[in-house]
């Protein structure tokens, strides 16, 4: 009853659920589970990372960085101590070779002088117990990542068919996984946004003032549509190298004392107004109209 008073008599301060295309609710669907695969992902590779220091320290130190392909090539092959002291330089060349890497003896000598330190070691049931979660945690890994391939590819042949994706795509820094994840969470409803504030507000990039007498601050706004804030914060990242208007607004914000993330949401809250013009017009990004600070073309190759 309380929800349906407020609509009788507030009914103008609310609007209407977005009309989101069946197509548009696909990419949706795509867009969040890729990226649930690869939180996923990432979750799995630091559960690795933490049973390898309780027994395996060397192949911590070997692979910093254990969502390469190398690492966990050399891992499946060798999961425990023990099994690293019976590596060969040739069995480490064809498991790197397999995975992509190029002849490196520099990279084979790092990785079996690594290995085979001598360190404190586990019992020997002990060991082999964590050495078949190690191997078993490299299985699900491999799995996942082929999972986390199959959705972008899925994802991508859905986004490039979507009507909205050539405006999309003409935004520098914008890709096929960034501009899904952004069809994704904005949608293909034009009346979804009244104007650019709603926008701005939804994806968290306006900041939120606070002013009371004479206190004013102003902070970042928590309540937000997380996913495409996240997507928002890279395609700012992106555009630093793509665009020279998002690189010269980036360096103007961080002269004027914002940090770097406080920058970048700058530059993304520039961003996604301009785009937001773009879909509502189905008109292809121009980056001079986006950043009209920069008055001529020659000033903002200069820049």
Request: net charge positive.
């Amino acid at each position: 009853m309380v929800l349906a008073n407020i609509l009788r008599t507030d009914l103008h301060l609310h609007r209407p659920l977005s009309a989101n295309s069946e197509h548009a609710l696909a990419v949706k669907a795509l867009a969040r589970q890729h990226q649930e695969a690869i939180w996923a992902l990432h979750q799995t590779i630091s559960r690795l990372r933490s049973v390898l220091l309780e027994f395996y320290p060397q192949a911590v130190k070997a692979f910093p960085k254990l969502k390469h392909h190398a690492a966990t090539s050399v891992l499946a092959a060798a999961p425990t101590p023990a099994a690293a002291t019976k590596l060969t330089r040739r069995r480490v060349e064809a498991l790197l070779h397999r995975c992509g890497r190029r002849n490196d003896t520099a990279l084979v000598d790092q990785i079996l002088s690594d290995l085979k330190t001598p360190a404190l070691r586990q019992p020997e049931r002990v060991e082999a117990a964590l050495g078949l979660t190690v191997q078993g945690l490299v299985d699900i890994i491999d799995a996942m990542r082929r999972s986390v391939d199959g959705l972008e590819a899925e994802l991508a042949r859905e986004f490039d068919a979507h009507p909205l994706a050539p405006v999309l795509r003409s935004a520098p820094g914008l890709g096929q996984v960034l501009g899904a994840r952004m069809l994704a969470e904005l949608g293909d409803d034009p009346a979804r946004f009244t104007s650019v504030k709603g926008v701005r507000a939804f994806a968290g990039t306006a900041p939120v003032t606070r002013a009371s007498g004479r206190s004013h601050y102003v902070k970042a706004r928590k309540i937000r549509n997380k996913r495409l804030g996240d997507a928002c914060h890279w395609w700012a990242f992106s555009a630093l190298t793509w665009s020279p208007g998002a690189r010269a607004h980036y360096d103007r914000r961080r002269a004027a004392g914002d940090h770097h993330n406080a920058a970048l949401r700058n530059v993304a809250n520039k961003l996604i107004g301009r785009m937001w013009w773009c879909l509502a017009h189905n008109e292809p990004w121009d980056d001079a109209a986006a950043w009209p600070s920069l008055s001529s073309p020659k000033e903002l190759g200069a820049a």
